[in-house]
Nanobody
Framework: QVQLVESGGGLVQAGDSLRLSCAASGRTFSTYNIGWFRRAPGKEREFLATTMWGGGKTRYVDSVKGRFTISRDNAKNTVYLQMNSLKPEDKAVYYC????????????????WGQGTQVTVSS
């Protein structure tokens, strides 16, 4: 079992930055990858980025490349999502999740999920 807890969401203005955190506990294998997703109102859950616990690889959806950065601190068992130049359309609930399939963007292939953290961007 892996437990995930997201934090760092909030209300910001367009152009601002936020850093989300995902603290993991339980079983964390180097072969797992942790991903960030978001669900905007009325939309499906969307893959944003993923990184391997063991390091060496990261991957992003094209729409956030250059604005969002995923990173990890293995000593703290925490993965971060740095979000810059936020836009009103970035408003969503942001989730982290663990998978054993690095190349999949599908939420159904992720094994464990956090409860989510709300991000709201005002114009």
């Amino acid at each position: 079992q892996v437990q995930l807890v997201e934090s760092g969401g909030g209300l910001v203005q367009a152009g601002d930055s936020l850093r989300l955190s995902c603290a993991a506990s339980g079983r964390t294998f180097s072969t797992y990858n942790i991903g960030w997703f978001r669900r905007a109102p009325g939309k499906e859950r969307e893959f944003l980025a993923t990184t391997m616990w063991g390091g060496g690889k990261t991957r992003y959806v094209d729409s956030v490349k250059g604005r969002f950065t995923i990173s990890r601190d293995n000593a703290k068992n925490t993965v971060y999502l740095q979000m810059n130049s936020l836009k009103p359309e970035d408003k969503a609930v942001y989730y982290c999740a663990v998978s054993d399939n690095y190349y999949s963007d599908y939420p159904s292939t992720y094994l464990y999920w956090g409860q989510g953290t709300q991000v709201t961007v005002s114009s």
